[in-house]
């Protein structure tokens, strides 16, 4: 019998990143897959990033995870989204081909010794007295270890879904897992059913792009790792294009409703209100002229383009149909049909902020199996779950991301805390700091947990400390470097009033670029748009970190394990029922339940005063 | 607990003197930006510092204020306590000057919950907290109810519908940036928006009457010829001196302002100069002074003198109050009532007498004519709207900041930030908070996604 450290189940973007961190961190860990070759598959948008999500890429890399360098290793087309809109909602979102985005993954996974891939199918937890001891395989074979993170993407008990035909399956018609999910509903998760789905794939050559409108990538350089150089020619970037459905379109789909899976009746999961379908769209929006599409490259390697916007569970005739209607798309042979695919999570309230299963001891689940959406979103719980499977391993307390320091950390906060009725996607809007969450300080942000763990290496750790030097010279030089009339007109500032290059920088017409000839200083891009960020919105700044002070005083006073609610006099009886069910671990949590009223709140605290007191 | 709060500490509101206590880790510092004296940051602990509570550079109130630093204070925490002595109305202004400087309004009990789990008092002495936590959401409920109008009620959640449409149209410019068939919230676009905010919410300030009666209570001007006993008229109301009382006519030259509790709202009495021709200076400047205040009373009371007969210049009174929401007063003092009731029959009026305090019939009447008697818990009443006030202020402020951030060219997603606390501050005024709203609204009423 085999015996190892950690079993990862799953080679999805979250099986990768907790394999890897498991394993870097000294762990025996064993990646099983249903197949090697889908190793960091991206069965839907060819792209890595976008709003919210492209943080989050730069808060994994910053912990020491590797999809920002496989992203940028792997990627044909790149832009930085929102730049005009404010610095706290700038995020990169990348065109990453498909071919060689799992290539790169799969030989950033095979560098490391600790680390073994396998292909199997896992149809049961071996677990004893609420713990983990291991997995038992499809072919009866007991594999044990200490630990297990179930990272099964939608592939638990998966179904494809094409007009009235249904199948078994996961993406792509491979093979899925049909046991599982029942085994853990035998131990007491609750099971819940979620959906999803994929728009078509067009044929290269059968696409007009004449008449469509070309979307370029920026004229710059980007990567999303603070490690990298850029690995692309900036003008040699693959381009997508936008179109629009019309009212031909429209009247194919609305006339044929009743044959889609979701509007025959043939869906039972729920699916993502941001993710509609092109018919929920017409449903919903019926007064809206046009949809926007996108067509978006797959790979260099094989000639197939993404149509954004226009996912479908239509039979595939109608689907022809539709895309025939598109201008531009006439002629275009569909290579792959749209569908839609059910599969199975379980409830993310029955989790721990570690990603520990509250009911299992050692078991730690990421991705979409706790009811989320996105490669990224997947990928940052697995380095998560990875990270305190090892810490837990080595007899150490979690690392739990606050809500003022990462986009993970809103993430599974609301995850655990809020639970989840449809797949979860990030948007900066779920953040209340997304000021302090920022595409240019994730490393500030993380790197030092990154670095404790030990992800992150003295030499990305001392760049860092660099950074931060330089960062503080250059401020505390623009706080005493004061500009003599001359200059001042030079930058068009008719005042006789002395000036320093901080009030300087705060003018709106000021930027950073105007003023760095009079800094003595070698200051990168990126420290330069951080800089201008600091000084040009201290003010908002200072509001947040206050608001944030509030909250961090909440999240210190914690709840003991222990607690019994009931016990709690005047509690409302909601509150008593939320309270058991999520059982958060601080008075901040707690405060973030619905259904919990802030004089709940206040007779929680004076018990915990009253029979905590000398804790 | 990190809040700063305060709260009106003596019981009687109407008593001249009222004593205001703020506790909490800014207490020092908050009152100290609206004080006038020592630097109350600075001075010694437990020490009573005489100086002024100002407003805009202005003097509101001669105070005395007594700074006790933690860890020996009531709630363990620094607390601070302003002894006024303007009564009632200076007493609500240094309350809203707190709050609008960072206090937060104190729940019923919030002192003590806090020496208590500052580990100020053991649990017996803290028993009743419970009881008082537990009472507040249903006072709360209630107050709501009374002194929100289902009308103001609608018209701030309309007014936060409108915010979170503004926000949720941003956000998905935000979150979706490749939709351009999606309107974009330009900083024209939003100040246009916010224009119209403001003018709500200004209206809301303006049309709330129970909003105006709190901040600047009912205002009754009192009108009459020389010596019919307006002043003793309004010292019974009162109950105290503050006019001078001669019947030398032509006495009361200046504009006198006095206050008292009519079921709970501060009625504001001025008694204009006894209108008539003159040609002493001083006199005439008091008149003029008086028509204006005329113009700007919720409420003439004419006051006639019931033992005479009508002369020329009440009847030329007479005409004149028409104009106004008006109310007349015969004052019959003690002698037979002489006054032509006949010429008065479609006028509004009551009758009643200073000497022997017989009001009842005046003070029920202004009660009804204000709808005075439709609310129960005075007190209560009083303090949250004093918080409403506070709040709608602090969002016409915020606003403010905005339209000054927009011209500053501030990117927008800075402005969420100032557009989020609009959002919040009314939803504390109608006591709803929703979390999830923002998202909700995103996915109702756009269209995104793969």
Known sequence: MQEVDVIVVGGGHAGCEASYATSKMGFKTLLITLNKNNIADMPCNPSIGGTAKGIVVREIDALGGIMGKVADASLFQIKMLNNAKGPAVRSLRAQADKVIYPKNMLKKLSENKNLKIIENSVKNLLVKNNKIEGIILENDEIIKSKIVILTTGTYLNSEILIGDTKKSEGPHGEKNEKFLSKNLEKLGFKIQRLKTGTPPRIKNDSINFDVLKKENGDDLYYTFSFDDEPQYKKEEQRCCYLLYTNQKTHKIVLDNLDKSSMYGGYVTGVGPRYCPSIEDKLVRFKNKERHQLFLEPESNYYDEWYLQGFSTSMPTNIQEQMVHSLEGLEKAVITKYAYAIEYDAIDPLQLKNSLETKLIENLYTAGQINGTSGYEEAASQGLIAGINAALKLQNKEPLILKRNEAYIGVLIDDLVTKGTKEPYRLLTSRAEFRLLLRHDNADIRLRKYGYEVGLINEKQYKNLQDKLETLKKVINYMDERYLNQEELLKLGIKNNNSYNLSKVLKRPEIRMEDIKDLIPLKISEDLKNQIEVLIKYEGYIKKEEKNVEKLINLENKKIPKNIDYRKITNLATEAVEKLEKIRPTTIAQASRISGVNPSDISMLLIYLKKEYKNE | ?450
């Open chain 2, 1 to 450: 607990m990190d809040d700063t709060i305060c709260a009106i500490s003596t019981a009687s509101q109407v008593a001249g003197i009222a004593i205001i206590r703020v506790s909490g880790k800014d207490a020092k510092k908050i009152v100290n930006k609206i004080f006038k004296g020592k630097n109350l940051e600075k001075v010694k602990s437990h020490t009573i510092n005489y100086g002024f509570i100002v407003s805009n550079g202005e003097k509101v109130d001669e105070v005395l204020v007594t700074v006790m630093s933690s860890p020996k204070t009531f709630t363990k925490e620094d607390v601070v306590e302003i002894n006024t002595h303007g009564g009632f109305t200076t007493t609500n202004k240094v309350l809203e000057l707190l709050l609008l400087n960072g206090c937060r309004l104190a729940e019923p009990g919030e002192f003590t919950k806090r020496a208590f789990l500052n580990g100020r008092i053991d649990l017996v002495e803290a028993q009743s907290i419970n009881d008082l936590i537990e009472s507040k959401t249903e006072n709360q409920r209630k107050l709501a109810m009374n002194n929100l109008t289902g009308k103001m009620s609608a018209k701030i959640q309309h007014l936060m519908d409108y915010i979170l449409e503004i926000r949720a149209n941003i956000e998905v410019n935000i979150d979706y940036p490749e939709y351009e068939d999606e309107l974009v919230i330009t900083h024209e676009i939003l100040s246009d928006r916010l224009n119209i905010i403001k003018k709500e919410i200004n209206n809301i300030l303006k049309e709330s009457k129970t909003g105006k009666l709190i901040k600047n209570g009912l205002n009754i001007a009192l009108i009459g010829k020389p010596n019919t006993g307006k002043s003793s008229l309004l010292n019974k109301l009162i109950e105290e001196d503050k006019a001078i009382v001669t019947n030398i006519p032509g006495t009361t030259r200046d504009i006198i302002e006095s206050s008292f509790l009519l079921n709970g709202y501060l009625v504001n009495l001025i008694d204009t100069a006894g209108i008539r021709k003159t040609d002493n200076l001083i006199e005439k400047m008091g008149i003029d002074k008086s028509l204006e205040q005329i113009e700007n009373a919720d409420l003439v009371l004419l006051i006639l003198d019931g033992s005479k007969k009508l002369s020329q210049e009440d009847k030329d009174l007479l005409k004149k109050v028409k104009k106004y929401n008006y109310l007349i007063f015969i004052n019959k003092s003690d002698l037979n009532l002489k006054i032509e009731t006949e010429y008065l029959k479609n006028y509004d009026y009551v009758i009643g007498n200073t000497l022997n305090n017989e009001l009842e019939e005046l003070k029920n009447k202004i009660i009804s004519k204000f709808s005075l008697d439709l609310i129960n818990e005075k007190e209560l009443v009083f303090i949250t709207n004093t918080e409403h006030h506070a709040l709608l202020k602090d969002t016409l402020n915020t606003i403010d900041s905005i339209f000054k951030n927009i011209k500053k060219n501030v990117p927008i997603d800075m402005l969420t930030i100032d557009l989020g606390k609009c959002y919040e501050n009314l939803g504390k005024i109608i006591g709803k908070t929703y979390e999830e709203d923002l998202i909700n609204e995103i996915f109702k009423n756009f269209c995104l996604g793969k």
